[in-house]
């Protein structure tokens, strides 16, 4: 899987699947793992912007492939800048910067309209993208963490995203992407903070910032 498109697609750690709840589909629905989300979109939806700094890891045992990396992500509204490995993800809700240390190159992206894998489509698409299942509450590293699985309604190349909430604190502990293929790709959080102040060059690229950058539009 293309770690951009995996990056935008599920972060941030399945936050981005916990806004709307009411399912119109002709689908059983756990009415536990609902009313749990539900909390946790009602404390969310009150924030302005978020900064989440996160451990991720892709692991397929059967290709002995196990991959770390620690990131970061910070999204206010349609906008978003993300921090991971060698790369930027910028966007100022209309483009999207990828842009690439290694090589100083960025490439520039109109965001699509019907790109249902942006983070704040995710955030507000539950309702005809996922279908909740409330898998149990256990005690986790001192903490109760409530784990829901989240089933996609639409052909999608994972077949679940596993999430896990700290209780106490009614916030997301990490997530699980588990992809058709054998590999999972887990987002731990390691830090979070809500309403901060975000310069609004945060979410745009400036080519004066890289000399020298390549540019492929």
């Not at 698409?125 to 299942?133: D, E, L």
């Not at 106490?168 to 590999?183: E, L, Q, V």
Request: hydrophobic share 35%; charged share 25%.
């Amino acid at each position: 899987m293309n770690l951009h498109k995996t990056m935008i697609r599920v972060l941030p750690f399945a936050i981005a699947c916990l806004f709307v709840f009411a399912n119109t589909n002709a689908q059983v629905i756990d009415k536990k793992a609902e009313e749990i989300l539900e909390q946790l979109s009602g404390k969310i939806q009150d924030y302005k912007n978020m900064h989440i700094e996160f451990t991720y890891l892709m692991e397929n045992v059967a290709e002995n492939i196990k991959e770390s990396k620690t990131g970061s992500i910070y999204i206010q509204g349609d906008k978003f800048r993300l921090y991971i490995a060698d790369q930027i993800i910028i966007s100022d809700g209309k483009n999207v910067w990828t842009y690439f240390k290694n090589g100083n190159e960025v490439q520039i992206n109109e965001v699509d309209a019907d790109d249902e894998n942006t983070p704040m489509k995710m955030l507000t698409g539950y309702n005809k993208n996922y279908r909740p299942k409330l898998i149990g509450e256990a005690s986790k590293t001192g903490k109760l963490i409530q784990t829901i699985d989240l089933i996609p309604n639409t052909t999608q190349s994972f077949y679940k995203i596993r999430i896990e909430i700290d209780k106490a604190k009614n916030m997301i502990h990490s997530s699980t992407i588990y992809d058709k293929n054998g590999t999972t790709f887990s987002y731990n959080v390691d830090n979070f903070r809500e309403n901060i102040n975000i310069h609004p060059s945060r979410f745009a690229f400036r080519e004066s910032d890289y000399p020298g950058v390549e540019v492929i539009d």
